[in-house]
Nanobody, 122 residues
Framework: QVQLVESGGGLVQAGGSLRLSCAAS????????MGWFRQAPGKEREFVAD???????????NYADSVKGRFTISRDNAKNTVYLQMNSLKPEDTAVYFC????????????WGQGTQVTVSS
């Protein structure tokens, strides 16, 4: 099974930026559909962003309304890595961030990383 390892979390002041990375094992990374989720203290896990492709191998992205315009998801297949660039961070962005993988755009996310903590202070 694919292994996912997140990194890049930390403590940042409101308005600052962080870039999260998720490194995947194996040589089939380009075949997976990747997403980012987060879980805030006392809250359920929520969707943040994902990156998908159609039959023509064109990648497209989707974002939760709460992060749209501030976060950017991208991937580098040569490095087996997906990124989440987070700008204009707010205290409500504080959460453990997880990357996840699925085999198609309509499948469940069955592969998860261990999570990386993001804390945004005011």
């Amino acid at each position: 099974q694919v292994q996912l390892v997140e990194s890049g979390g930390g403590l940042v002041q409101a308005g600052g930026s962080l870039r999260l990375s998720c490194a995947a094992s194996g040589r089939t990374f380009s075949t997976y559909f990747m997403g980012w989720f987060r879980q805030a203290p006392g809250k359920e896990r929520e969707f943040v962003a994902d990156i998908k492709r159609n039959g023509a191998l064109t990648y497209y992205t989707n974002y939760a309304d709460s992060v749209k315009g501030r976060f950017t998801i991208s991937r580098d297949n040569a490095k087996n890595t997906v990124y989440l660039q987070m700008n204009s961070l707010k205290p409500e962005d504080t959460a453990v961030y997880f990357c996840a993988a699925r085999v198609s755009a309509v499948s469940e996310y069955d592969y998860w990383g261990q999570g990386t903590q993001v804390t945004v202070s005011s």
